[in-house]
């Protein structure tokens, strides 16, 4: 079973299709208006997410990541009270979520880079946006004992 | 871009800024709008009202949310004015995207606005001590070395040489902050200890010391989260060596982000020290900017005083104590609340996304809601006092007469027993 956010795809087939989704928009606004829309479409968990054992310190916005092992995958739930927050962790699920914890922790993550994000989000946003990968990265780790 | 917007002159703004029908914008960068005059202009500071939004963050992705918390609204005129064409042709782009639709330029802030004595301009009172990377840039010795001409420049940060040496501004020396206070207290260090490691950088009373630190994502699950807050090392360290009685204390705005965005060039080597024989003044030469644990009582009791928290508000309502050494969790009765942002090692309720220090009077508009006002003394303290020293220091920019910081903070006043404390959402607060 995969995660419900990957589809079935593998990590670099995710990240390709990040990339040629977003790498394609050179308008700021247009940009920033899509990921207002993946993360209103975000599928996010109930309330309960919503507490200070999942939040993730240094977003600009509040962060929630909660990671369950499930059948030697994790599954990954996450929130924001931010859309655009929520929209940058929709990204994130498309690579991490239902991934095995090996798979997560060999991946080199370059959808930020390669589709101009991490340079035009803001630094502080930016710095959430590597605090949410660290976050999800340590979960890998734990899952595997590591 | 510019010459499709409709253009004020300075009497049309001027009638405008009178019936506060016009959202005025200024695009220059952060530090012109604190005060600093970057192009020479006679007089520096803002358009009074005029809110910060340099062109820079125009290369923002996020930018409209930063135009949203500053509560600038489409359906109203926005006036940009900037230092030339290309500032306000930028800004105007993004908010023509973002759907603005009524928008006006006004050219003449450094034609006319600035060199009319008549006209307004408001500025941060100190904001000398509070630095732009260019200013910094045009001190420092050409081919590196230690900083010349009474200027002593430090990158500080607290067990993390290594944040140091993979790259710093030219010319700066390392400052761990356990030189300056005590790992047993958290406290600034004694008198004759602050004197001897300030000696040790070659800084006396009347040395000009820039301190700035790098930001790199601390995470409240580190062991050390303060070894990746460098820039609130550096208000730390400010904190010290005005208290210690250091006359020229300055931060680079930003720290070391507002460096590399500026694209200057960043060192490896290390220069030497030269260190001084004499400090020239006794230590502390001002000693009423730390308050104690008595004064911080006094203060509890007074009607014209404030404790104020500068913390989070899991710590402030006892979800959390903030710190992985301290067990205690709550607040001290009677603290007033000034938020700091998300956690023990984060101020984003004082910086801008950039991490510049945000507009003094959202700053001081807040405070204001929570009775921190400027006829107060008004002593700031956290767990430890990195975050208390960086609201300080902004009170202290803003020429605020009776600031301190209550230096033991939450990790001295649960230490002891008999001192009360409180949890759970206070009376009048909304949860």
């Known amino acids: 079973m995969t995660g419900a956010q990957t589809e079935g795809r593998s990590i670099e087939a995710a990240q390709d299709g990040i990339v040629a989704e977003l790498g394609g928009i050179d308008d700021l606004m247009e940009k920033y208006e899509h990921l207002i829309r993946l993360g209103r479409e975000l599928r996010v968990p109930g309330p309960d997410i919503r507490r200070d054992e999942h939040s993730v310190a240094g977003c600009q916005s509040r962060v929630?990541?909660?990671?369950?092992?499930?059948?030697?995958?994790?599954?990954?739930?996450?929130?924001?009270?931010?859309?655009?927050?929520?929209?940058?962790?929709?990204?994130?699920?498309?690579?991490?979520?239902?991934?095995?914890?090996?798979?997560?922790?060999?991946?080199?993550?370059?959808?930020?880079?390669?589709?101009?994000?991490?340079?035009?989000?803001?630094?502080?946003?930016?710095?959430?946006?590597?605090?949410?990968?660290?976050?999800?990265?340590?979960e890998a780790a734990a899952a595997t004992g590591g | 871009m510019t010459e499709r917007l409709g253009r004020l002159s300075t009497r049309e703004l001027r009638d405008r800024l009178g019936d506060g029908a016009a959202q005025v914008v200024d695009a220059r960068p952060i530090d012109a709008w604190n005060g600093w005059r970057l192009r020479g202009e006679p007089r520096g500071g803002h358009i009074p009202g005029a809110r910060a939004l340099p062109a820079k963050w125009s290369g923002y992705l996020d930018w409209i949310e930063i135009v949203r918390s500053k509560g600038i609204r489409p359906d109203r005129e926005v006036v940009l004015y900037g230092y030339d064409e290309d500032e306000i042709a930028r800004v105007a782009e993004r908010f023509r995207g973002a759907g603005y639709e009524r928008l006006a330029a006004y050219d003449g802030f450094m034609a006319e606005w600035s060199p009319d004595e008549a006209l307004p301009l408001d500025r941060l009172a100190r904001h000398e001590h509070l630095v732009p990377a260019s200013w910094l840039a045009d001190r420092l010795p050409a081919g590196g070395g230690a900083a010349d001409g009474g200027l002593v420049l430090c990158h500080a940060h607290y067990r993390n040489r290594g944040d140091y040496e993979k790259g710093h501004i030219p010319g700066a020396l390392p400052l761990d902050t356990l030189?300056?206070?005590?790992?047993?207290?958290?406290?600034?260090?004694?008198?004759?200890?602050?004197?001897?490691?300030?000696?040790?950088?070659?800084?006396?009373?009347?040395?000009?010391?820039?301190?700035?630190?790098?930001?790199?994502?601390?995470?409240?699950?580190?062991?050390?989260?303060?070894?990746?807050?460098?820039?609130?090392?550096?208000?730390?360290?400010?904190?010290?060596?005005?208290?210690?009685?250091?006359?020229?204390?300055?931060?680079?705005?930003?720290?070391?982000?507002?460096?590399?965005?500026?694209?200057?060039?960043?060192?490896?080597?290390?220069?030497?020290?030269?260190?001084?024989?004499?400090?020239?003044?006794?230590?502390?030469?001002?000693p009423e900017l730390a308050a104690d644990l008595p004064e911080a009582k006094e203060i509890l009791a007074s009607p014209d005083a404030n404790l104020v928290s500068v913390r989070s508000w899991p710590e402030y309502i006892g979800e959390v104590s903030g710190y992985n050494y301290i067990e205690k969790t709550g607040r001290i009765p009677g603290s007033?609340?000034?938020?700091?942002?998300?956690?023990?090692?984060?101020?984003?309720?004082?910086?801008?996304?950039?991490?510049?220090?945000?507009?003094?009077?959202?700053?001081?508009?807040?405070?204001?809601?929570?009775?921190?006002?400027?006829?107060?003394?008004?002593?700031?303290?956290?767990?430890?006092?990195?975050?208390?020293?960086?609201?300080?220091?902004?009170?202290?920019?803003?020429?605020?007469?009776?600031?301190?910081?209550?230096?033991?903070?939450?990790?001295?006043?649960s230490s002891d027993p008999a001192n009360p404390f409180e949890t759970g959402v206070p009376p009048g607060h909304a949860a």
């Open chain 2, 179 to 286: 030189l300056l206070e005590s790992p047993e207290t958290w406290n600034r260090r004694s008198p004759d200890e602050v004197r001897e490691a300030l000696l040790g950088l070659g800084i006396t009373a009347g040395s000009t010391v820039v301190l700035y630190g790098r930001y790199s994502f601390p995470d409240n699950r580190d062991p050390f989260p303060g070894s990746s807050a460098g820039q609130l090392a550096a208000f730390r360290c400010a904190f010290i060596m005005l208290w210690a009685g250091v006359r020229d204390v300055r931060v680079l705005n930003g720290g070391f982000q507002s460096w590399t965005d500026a694209g200057l060039e960043v060192s490896t080597e290390e220069p030497q020290a030269r260190p001084a024989s004499e400090f020239g003044a006794d230590v502390p030469g001002a």
């Open chain 1, 64 to 138: 929630w990541i909660r990671t369950e092992l499930r059948d030697g995958r994790l599954h990954i739930a996450a929130d924001s009270d931010a859309t655009i927050t929520r929209g940058i962790i929709a990204l994130l699920l498309r690579v991490f979520d239902g991934r095995t914890p090996d798979e997560i922790l060999a991946t080199e993550l370059r959808v930020f880079e390669a589709t101009g994000l991490q340079a035009q989000l803001s630094p502080a946003r930016a710095n959430g946006l590597v605090a949410m990968v660290r976050r999800i990265r340590q």
């Open chain 2, 336 to 413: 007033v609340f000034g938020n700091c942002g998300s956690d023990a090692y984060h101020m984003e309720n004082y910086r801008n996304l950039d991490h510049t220090t945000r507009e003094y009077h959202e700053i001081a508009a807040a405070w204001e809601s929570a009775g921190i006002t400027p006829d107060r003394r008004n002593a700031f303290y956290c767990g430890t006092g990195w975050r208390g020293s960086e609201a300080f220091f902004n009170a202290w920019l803003m020429g605020w007469p009776r600031v301190a910081v209550y230096d033991g903070g939450w990790f001295e006043w």
